[in-house]
């Protein structure tokens, strides 16, 4: 596929982005990319509040730069949902790209993590994220998780985080190579450069589950949330790795 055809998947997928991010309660949106949708429950649950063990705080690591972690939702749901897509999996809303987190970074293992005890993530900010993050309880952890690292609050942290991933556009992987051949991870990495001009190609992190089946992408972001090189931890699967894509239509059976 050449740059014309990436670029107008790209369209495509910030059309279905903007779709989604507008819906309201109890509302179906149909996405312009297709066929993805968001239904919004009328009532949300609170998310469950997690108990971090001492030994999992990493507190007081110095910040060197900011990984958005973007999710195939589909290889998620394929894999049980794993309490990552309690909106997505076994419903009738369908997603291809969902946001994980934003996630601060230091030069290496161990990484920042649950930095403060966490809030409770009030409903309003998740009712205006759950189109981005589908499921209350990830988005509570990616706030207690990572947000406590770099943010006062729950609501600058997605917003930041909101800002970033409405901004990426997310080529579709579906249609990067021809017939029942999966893309490889290089041009999964080429289809996101093209899509975004700019963005470094050493800022693309792609990870995959067993058998190389795309899991994730992250980009690597300068301490201004601008998009740099990956300054540590290389960037995941190798280019000629050839990916295992799962189709979106397989996230209700």
Request: proline fraction near 8%.
């Amino acid at each position: 596929m050449g740059l014309a055809g990436l670029l107008a998947l790209a369209s495509l997928a910030v059309a279905s982005c903007e779709a989604r991010l507008n819906t309201t309660p109890d509302s179906l949106v149909t996405a312009a990319a297709g066929p993805e949708t968001c239904i919004l429950p009328a009532r949300i649950a609170l998310p469950e509040m997690e108990v971090v063990r001492p030994d999992e705080v990493v507190a007081g690591r110095t910040i060197l730069f900011h990984m958005l972690a973007v999710t195939w939702m589909p290889e998620t749901c394929r894999d049980g949902g794993d309490g990552e897509g309690d909106l997505a999996c076994g419903s009738t809303n369908r997603f291809g790209w969902t946001l994980h987190g934003l996630w601060p970074n230091a030069d290496g293992r161990p990484y920042p993590r649950y930095c403060r005890p966490a809030t409770q993530v009030p409903e309003a900010t998740i009712r205006a994220n759950l189109c981005r993050t589908p499921s209350v309880d990830l988005i509570q952890h990616e706030w207690a998780a990572h947000g406590t690292c770099g943010w006062d609050t729950p609501e600058a942290y997605f917003a930041d985080a909101a800002r970033l991933y409405d901004g990426l556009n997310r080529p579709d992987p579906t249609m990067l190579a021809p017939g029942a051949r999966g893309p490889t991870a290089g041009q999964l990495r080429d289809a996101f450069v093209a899509a975004n001009p700019g963005l470094p190609r050493d800022a693309v992190y792609v990870a995959v589950a067993s058998g190389n089946r795309l899991r994730e992408v992250r980009i690597c972001h300068d301490l201004e949330f601008n998009a740099a090189r990956c300054p540590v931890g290389g960037l995941g699967t190798p280019d000629d790795v050839v990916l295992t894509v799962e189709s979106v239509r397989g996230m209700n059976r």
